[in-house]
T-cell receptor
Framework: AQSVTQLDSQVPVFEEAPVELRCNYS??????LFWYVQYPNQGLQLLLK??????LVESINGFEAEFNKSQTSFHLRKPSVHISDTAEYFC????????????FGKGTKLSVKP | DTGVSQDPRHKITKRGQNVTFRCDPI?????LYWYRQTLGQGPEFLTY????????KSRLLSDRFSAERPKGSFSTLEIQRTEQGDSAMYLC???????????FGQGTRLTVV
């Protein structure tokens, strides 16, 4: 069975510092990989995704993630965070060739402090 | 288009009562998904529809839960005889097709007292 592990439940960081949120998945078949962001009392917003092709994917607000097949990882990084990045971040695996049938990790709460 | 719409946003109910949630997907999206998110956890898949056909149901979907999408447009999720363990955020998502991006609604937060 497929699973997603987010190794850190909480990550506190100071503004303008770099951050890495870790995600590992287990799957014996090709998968789609996603990072979603959830602000308080809101739904999920897609941050970025890997479907195929270049293993480095980027979002419009400066986040990037790299698909590493050998390490079965899809870590999320940002070189300089802002207060507005404070949110919960979920890594997910899509199965069956679907971008909607998803298995999520438990989430990582990113707290950016001034 | 205003995106995926869920109603109500919040629901408080007494244990043992029945509740029904509604999800309106993005127009022309033929896939519709339901997820449940409990406190401190990531969303968990419940079920999904391709048009009006319910194609997959998670083992989390006990016999007290039923989902419908009668005309292939909006969907309802009903929970009968609610229990405190049903307290969660229920999320709906829709996509244009199997390989298309899924868009999530803002969710319905259920509190069973």
């Amino acid at each position: 069975a497929q699973s997603v592990t987010q190794l850190d439940s909480q990550v506190p960081v100071f503004e303008e510092a770099p951050v890495e949120l870790r995600c590992n998945y287990s799957s014996s078949v090709s998968v789609y990989l996603f990072w979603y962001v959830q602000y308080p009392n809101q739904g999920l917003q897609l941050l970025l995704k890997y479907l195929s092709g270049s293993t480095l994917v980027e979002s419009i607000n400066g986040f990037e993630a790299e698909f590493n097949k050998s390490q079965t990882s899809f870590h999320l990084r940002k070189p300089s965070v802002h207060i507005s990045d404070t949110a919960e971040y979920f890594c997910a695996v899509g199965y069956g060739g679907s971008q909607g049938n998803l298995i999520f990790g438990k989430g990582t709460k990113l707290s950016v402090k001034p | 288009d205003t995106g995926v719409s869920q109603d109500p946003r919040h629901k408080i109910t007494k244990r043992g009562q029945n509740v029904t949630f509604r999800c309106d997907p993005i127009s022309e999206h033929n896939r519709l998904y339901w997820y449940r998110q409990t406190l401190g956890q990531g969303p968990e898949f419940l079920t999904y529809f391709q048009n009006e056909a319910q194609l997959e149901k998670s083992r989390l979907l006990s016999d007290r839960f039923s989902a419908e999408r009668p005309k292939g447009s909006f969907s309802t999720l009903e929970i009968q005889r609610t229990e405190q363990g049903d307290s969660a955020m229920y999320l709906c998502a829709s996509s244009l097709g199997q390989g298309s991006e899924a868009f999530f609604g803002q969710g319905t937060r259920l509190t069973v007292v």
